[in-house]
């Protein structure tokens, strides 16, 4: 008798898939079922499986051998080698194959798998080895259909584990989020559809982790998996997957404004396997969220309003002015460049157990692929427990220190100053000026319009701002870094009898006219003179200014005990044409009084709003029917625009992303385009849309729309 042949074997992927949570994997929803060629499962669980042979299965003489391998040298850890026995026992750390039914009809074995609760996430391979005990022959058949073991967040025993399951709903399973973006005044949430379920989102995900060449065996562990994935989501050592640019010039590539969601980017960067243009914060951490939760590792976008970048790991953040305080836009202390605030900025947290650290630090960990400043080497960063960077634990595995500033820093200001010791002397400051909120999207809720769906996690990440335990944990951060603590000890001593008060600028709309206006108070009971400045700047959203707007500077007198202020009228005229993406805008005041040479430095950003892209449709959407979406906003300008485009993204419609070049936005009136849609899957599916012209870009909308049976 010769060993079995095998005929087929077949993992029963869309059954399999509903108590593996891997239904939605578009991979698994082929019509006829039939025809799925993909298997997708969780580790340490349970997975069906049957195998047909040439001849009835002979208890007595046969052996099946299962060799499951993940990459192309397996090891211990990357390999599971298992024989079909009817009294296999489940183990949580080892793999099995327990024979459930044996058909001698139809020459077919029944089985169930089990994985251990840390393998290595990935595309595993299968070979099958018959034998005779009765002699050496063997037969081998090579499994040839994708085989992919995820993260199981579901499972206690998995280092990703949540124990309020109902949230995976939101951060494994839900394929559309929002990210908020903006000055702190006038943030909103911009749409974006993560699509981890696209079918070209695993095997992009593959090919990432393998030109970060990650080892094998390391790829269960999420701490390490999810380090990799903030380095190869960006470009900067090892051909990621995005390039970051922030200087407004796009044109050979996709301007980061214009993505819709992730999938685009992913699917560009696995057919062409070379890094696509353009990314900026937002779209390198929706880009991760969609890799973690393709992988099983719960993930959400956290934007920080407004953002430090420490570049000299002084935990503060450090202007410099003049004797005459002219802003330098340099740092003289710095040769690694100097620190910066960006009006927000946008990284990623994803959820696991730390058993590489001691108790305690566990749950959201903060990981940011934005190429900011290098760790071990390269540009990656995190993750960092969010409890360390609250209780300002800077020594702990990774980067805390540089998270800690990001949030919870102090913005310092400096004037150069010949008779101090250092050349440089402290002006007045502001505490409150970092970290003012900490946005992500509330679970189960999508308001593609309002801000609804908006959750402020700042105290997840520090306490109240000046509270005793908010001085402490930034404290505790200074007290192990030599060089804040000089920074720190400067800061103490700040005698001053003027007050200096910028106004805030309430909302903007694109084409009105503002006002930037400074109250000053003298305290004193003598009158002071008092040299100021006024400006305003157009910038880009990391803090880089472009272009002066408007400025005003002269001497101000101010009576014992009076109030008088300053201020300077800005018209559409002055800014429409220095506006830069994101039409950010950056007013600055700085003031000397003569007398004192007390200084007093303050600065605020804020955005010009833009209208919102309104989403309709004219009929009921019927699955598998053509559809119209009526995609519309006023033209808020009083000019023509021109290069107009309209994209639309939904993973429920067939092509994914439409693109439609649009004429006739003529000013100040209804702009408005048609496009035909075929909706393809039933149920609630969301539309992101985006809009750029020359004149006017940057223009978002969303909504959520029911496809009907037919």
């Given amino acids: 008798m010769d060993p079995l042949l095998v005929d087929i074997i077949h993992f029963y992927p869309v059954e ?25 499962v969780r580790r340490g669980q349970p997975f069906n499986g049957v195998v047909r042979f040439n001849r009835p299965y002979d208890e007595s003489d046969d052996t099946v051998q299962l060799l499951f391998t993940l990459g192309d040298k397996p090891a211990m850890d990357t390999q599971g080698s298992v024989f079909l026995k009817r009294d296999a026992v489940p183990d949580k750390h080892s793999w099995s ?26 595309s595993w391979a299968l070979r099958v080895v018959t034998r005779l005990k009765s002699s050496q022959a063997r037969e081998v058949y090579d499994f040839d259909q994708d085989f992919y073991i995820l993260f199981n967040p579901w499972n206690p025993d998995d280092q990703t ?25 006038t943030t909103k949430g911009k749409p974006w559809s993560y699509g981890q379920f696209d079918a070209v989102v695993l095997p992009a995900v593959m090919f990432m982790l393998d030109r970060a060449e990650m080892p094998f065996h390391q790829r269960g562990d999420p701490v390490k998996v999810s380090r990799v994935i903030s380095r190869i989501v960006n470009s900067n050592d090892d051909q990621g997957v995005l390039i970051g640019r922030w200087d407004g010039e796009y044109d050979d590539g996709t301007a980061p404004s214009e993505w819709t969601g992730s ?3 992913l699917a560009q960067y696995l057919e062409f396997q070379q890094e696509v243009a353009y990314g900026q914060c937002w779209v390198f951490a929706g880009v991760v969220t969609t890799v973690c939760r393709a992988l099983g590792i719960p993930s959400r976008v956290v934007s920080n309003l407004v953002s430090a970048h420490d570049a000299n790991s ?60 290098t760790s071990s080497g390269m540009f990656q960063c995190g993750p960092a427990p969010l409890e360390a960077i609250k209780q300002g634990v800077i020594g702990l595995n990774y980067d805390v220190e540089f998270m800690l500033a990001s949030v919870n820093a102090d913005l310092m ?8 010791e250092t050349g440089y002397s402290m002006v007045d400051t502001n505490n409150y000026h970092i970290g003012r909120m900490i946005l992500t999207k509330k679970p189960f809720v999508f308001d593609p319009i309002g801000d609804e769906d908006r959750q402020d996690i700042l105290g997840e990440y520090k306490h109240s701002e000046g509270t005793a335990s908010e001085r402490m944990a930034l404290m505790n951060g200074v007290r192990y870094s030599e060089r804040a603590k000089r920074y720190y000890s400067v800061a103490a001593n700040l005698t001053s009898d003027i007050t200096f008060k910028l106004r805030d600028i309430d909302t903007v709309p694109i084409g009105k006219e503002f006002r930037v206006i400074v109250d000053i108070d003298n305290n004193s009971e003598e009158g002071r003179n008092i040299k100021a400045a006024l400006t305003a ?18 001497k101000i007198f101010v009576g014992p005990t009076k109030h008088e202020e300053i201020s300077i009228l800005v018209k559409p005229d002055d800014y429409l044409p220095k506006l830069v993406e994101y039409c950010n805008i950056k007013i600055s005041a700085m003031a000397i009084v003569d007398e004192t040479k007390q200084s007093w430095a303050d600065d605020d ?106």
């Fill in 16 to 40: 399999n898939a509903q108590p593996h949570n891997t239904k939605k994997f578009e991979a698994l929803n082929i019509e006829p079922a039939t025809d799925v060629t993909t298997t997708i």
């Fill in 97 to 122: 194959a327990k024979i459930v039914e044996v058909g001698n009809e139809d020459n077919t074995i029944s089985f169930e798998i089990s994985t251990p609760v840390n393998l290595p996430v990935g």
């Fill in 161 to 185: 584990y949540m124990e309020d399951t109902d949230l995976l709903q939101e951060y494994v399973l839900n394929d559309i989020g929002k990210v908020w973006v903006g000055p702190i005044k």
């Fill in 263 to 265: 999938v685009d980017i």
């Fill in 314 to 373: 002084s935990l503060t953040v450090d202007k410099y002015y003049t004797e005459t305080m002219e802003e330098l836009s340099f740092d003289p202390n710095n040769p690694q460049g100097a620190d910066s605030i960006w009006n927000y900025h946008v990284w990623n947290d994803v959820w696991m157990a730390r058993p590489d650290l001691p108790p305690g630090y566990g749950g959201w960990q903060a990981v940011d692929a934005t190429p900011q400043e």
């Fill in 413 to 420: 200001r400096w004037r150069k100053d010949p008779e101090s």
């Fill in 537 to 554: 700047t157009s910038v880009f959203y990391n803090g880089v200014r472009a272009e002066l707007v408007k400025k005003i500077e002269g």
């Fill in 605 to 710: 950003d804020f955005q010009v709003l833009k209208p919102n892209i309104n989403i309709k449709f004219n009929e009921d959407l019927i699955i598998g029917q053509p559809a119209t979406a009526v995609l519309s906003f006023v033209n808020p300008l009083d000019r023509h625009l021109t290069g107009c485009e309209f994209r639309l993204t939904s993973s429920g419609i067939a092509g994914r992303t439409l693109r439609l070049a649009a004429s006739g936005a003529e000013p100040l009136q209804l702009l408005s385009v048609e496009l035909p849609v075929q909706p393809i899957k039933l149920g609630k599916i969301n539309f992101v849309a985006t809009f750029k012209s020359a004149e006017l870009k940057d223009i978002n909308g969303a909504a959520s729309v029911d496809v009907y049976e037919g």
